[in-house]
């Protein structure tokens, strides 16, 4: 038997404490990984949500098999201390955050360095780690989108300036140096592909990945509702078209309702002035911002989940992880046919599809899943063995093992 890949992964917050699809896709990966035999460690650069998160987890210890450190104690427990760490304290604290950070990677020796694509863990590595004289290892990085959307979706000078900053160092800096790139789809792929080195880069196209075992769970309740999970933002996830459709065939279903699990993004109070506006308070509930483990609950015990996701550069280049989540329920989906989507699932076989950006079209859909519970049933089902066969974190992990294990040994 080879010798075990020792991989340390450069991330700014504690995967196994935060909820979302991102720290979901992260799990994922280093689960999987740890489940091929890779011994991880995951460096953590921007210290705690909370002083509970620090009595947790403390300085350093171990999740699973898989260990882990903070490089910092930083505090992220409201808006304002996030602030106060991110623009303040973080500076102050650079020189301190680096030694830590460059002790870790000289004792470990590791085969594979895994940088999180973040402008602070890219200039970490930039300033302190590059030019380190360690034995030979390979730089990686896991890209989901394209490196512009943070300027699509800034709302100040400073988010601007700190977007323009981070694709420069992405771009011009990192990518150059990256042997091994793990992407998310072919589009970002054969962008990114040209600010490579193409004698040194190798690429994985490396789709979502969920642990559909997460989602094995029983349905406890007969509550007939439809729900979507997701952001509450209106550009992104279309959250507005979905619920003016919604407003569009309550009527035709009046013991069918919405409950939306959401956080409170940019557009979180136009969502809830939008349910007033259309009169809905009765019929669609605002759940809140829900917990890693109360998603799966929610969204198996749904009769139908929704995604209106618009055609935009985001949905382009990127694949919503919630839809591998959603497909895991085996319940079935109403989805929009953009980026990628439409290379994994069929109208009325495994998802009922709309055409993005069109109210008409998801009112559509909604009624196709609405008015046959049989072949609704049917979709969902085809849905989950679409997820079994591309997006099970199993065999995603076997093929980035077998990946990682071609280009280190």
């Known amino acids: ?9 450069i991330h700014t917050r504690n995967i196994f404490e935060l909820d979302g699809a991102g720290a979901n896709r992260w799990r994922t990966m280093v689960e999987g990984l740890h489940q091929e035999g890779v011994a991880l460690h995951i460096i953590f650069t ?33 808006l304002w201390m996030r602030r106060l760490s991110v623009y303040v304290l973080s500076p102050l604290m650079k020189k301190f955050n680096a030694f830590r950070i460059r ?9 594979i360095i895994w940088l999180h694509p973040s402008i602070e863990v890219l200039n970490i590595y930039l300033e ?58 072919n ?62 065939v309550s009527a035709k279903y ?11 993004e940019a557009d979180g109070f ?9 009169h809905l308070q009765d019929r669609v509930e605002y759940v809140g911002e829900l917990k890693r483990n109360e998603i799966p609950e929610f969204i198996t015990n749904a009769g139908l989940l929704l995604l209106p996701r618009p055609d935009s550069r985001q949905a382009q280049g990127g694949f919503p992880t919630k839809l591998g989540e959603y497909l895991a329920t085996g319940n079935p989906v109403c989805i929009t046919t953009v980026g990628e989507i439409p290379d994994y699932l069929t109208d ?36 989950r063995k679409v997820a079994e066969k591309h997006f099970n974190m199993e065999i995603q992990a076997k093929m980035l093992f077998e990946f990682i294990s071609q280009h280190v040994r």
């Not at 949500?49 to 450190?69: H, L, M, T, V």
């Not at 709309?354 to 046959?372: D, K, Q, T, W």
Request: hydrophobic share 40%.
């Open 1 to 9: 038997m080879g010798k075990r890949i020792k991989i340390v992964l």
């Open 128 to 185: 302190n780690v590059a030019h380190l004289k360690l034995i030979n290892y390979k730089l990686m990085i896991e890209l989901n989108e394209y490196n512009d959307i943070g300027l699509e979706n800034s709302t100040n000078r400073l988010q601007i300036a700190i977007s323009k900053r981070y694709s420069s160092l992405l771009l011009y800096k990192i990518l150059p140096k990256v042997d091994l790139l793990l992407i998310m789809t």
């Open 270 to 278: 136009k969502m809830l002035a939008l349910i007033q506006e259309l």
């Open 348 to 383: 009325n076989e495994s998802a009922f599809m709309a055409e993005p950006g069109s109210i008409e079209s998801f009112v559509s859909a909604l009624h196709r899943a609405l008015s046959n519970p049989i072949n609704a049933i049917r979709v969902g089902k085809n849905g």
């Open 187 to 248: 589009h970002l792929l054969e962008y990114y592909r040209q600010f490579t080195n193409p004698l040194k880069a190798q690429f994985l196209h490396l789709p979502m990945t969920v642990d559909l075992k997460r989602f094995d769970v029983e349905k406890k309740t007969k509550e007939r509702y439809i729900a979507y999970c997701g952001s509450s933002s209106f550009f992104k996830d279309g959250v507005d078209l979905m619920i003016k459709s919604f407003s569009m």
């Open 46 to 78: 921007q210290g705690y949500a909370s002083i509970r998160e620090f009595k947790k987890y403390g300085w350093k210890g171990s999740i699973n098999g898989i260990s882990y450190s903070y490089s910092i104690f930083l505090l992220q427990s409201s």
């Open 103 to 111: 002790k870790k990677i000289k004792q470990d020796k590791p085969d």
């Open 254 to 264: 009046p013991d069918v309702n919405m409950k939306i699990a959401a956080f409170m």
